[in-house]
């Protein structure tokens, strides 16, 4: 049977997605620094790109890894952002995002954040599709692909805890 255009692996770099900012005083707080919430919607906004270019379909985001702030982000900088899919399952995609923030006047630039997010390609009915397979070209892609198949499983795990959890009979006597 002919392979149709959801099986055909694609590269990387086919999704491979980046996006530039300059950073105004209505994304900061009365110090200068950038909001760490606006950070982390260019982050969602640049590895959905990548999750979108993928699957070339509706996405929706299942989960945003923690995200940690190396460096404040200042008004005038120019913030970066280099995503591109490190994992991708029958329906879910992680992808991985590098954050870098220029200042255009000296031209310093510094890793501010380092991320992963998931998503799930939908249909219009808003529930799951399947996607194209991942096509792995070198051993970089291949190591990062092996480290996003633990991490999904561990968010999976993690998702049926709570799962658990929430149909846990509760015990009035407790707050928790
Ligand atoms: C995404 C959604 C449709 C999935 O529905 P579901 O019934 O949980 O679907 P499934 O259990 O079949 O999971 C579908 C895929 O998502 C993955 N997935 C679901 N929840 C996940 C989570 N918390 N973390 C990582 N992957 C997850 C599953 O592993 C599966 O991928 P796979 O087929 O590659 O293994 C549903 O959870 C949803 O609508 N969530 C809200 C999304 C949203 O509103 N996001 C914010 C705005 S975009």
């Known amino acids: 049977m002919e392979g149709t255009a959801k099986d055909v692996p694609r590269p990387v770099s086919a999704s491979r997605s980046e996006l530039a900012e300059l950073m105004n005083p209505a994304y900061a707080n009365i110090q200068g620094n950038v909001h760490g919430g606006h950070i982390l919607k260019l982050i969602d906004e640049c590895c959905g790109l990548c999750a979108v270019r993928h699957s070339r379909s509706a996405c929706v985001t299942v989960s945003m890894d923690s ?4 460096q404040p982000v200042r008004i005038g900088d120019v913030l ?4 591109e899919l490190s994992w991708v399952g029958a329906k879910a995609m992680e992808a991985e995002v590098e954050v870098y923030s220029e200042k255009p006047t000296t031209g310093v630039r510094t890793l501010t954040n ?3 997010a998931v998503y ?3 249909d219009e009915n808003g529930r799951p599709k399947p996607v194209a397979p991942l096509l792995i070209e070198t051993a970089e892609q291949r190591a990062r692909f092996e480290a996003g198949a633990l991490r999904q499983q561990a968010r999976l795990e993690a998702r049926a ?5 929430a149909s846990a009979p509760t015990d009035p006597t407790t707050t928790r």
């Open 67 to 70: 995200v940690s702030f190396v």
């Open 161 to 165: 805890r709570e799962k658990a959890r």
């Open 80 to 83: 970066t952002l280099r995503a």
């Open 114 to 116: 380092r991320a992963h």
């Open 120 to 122: 799930v390609a939908v």
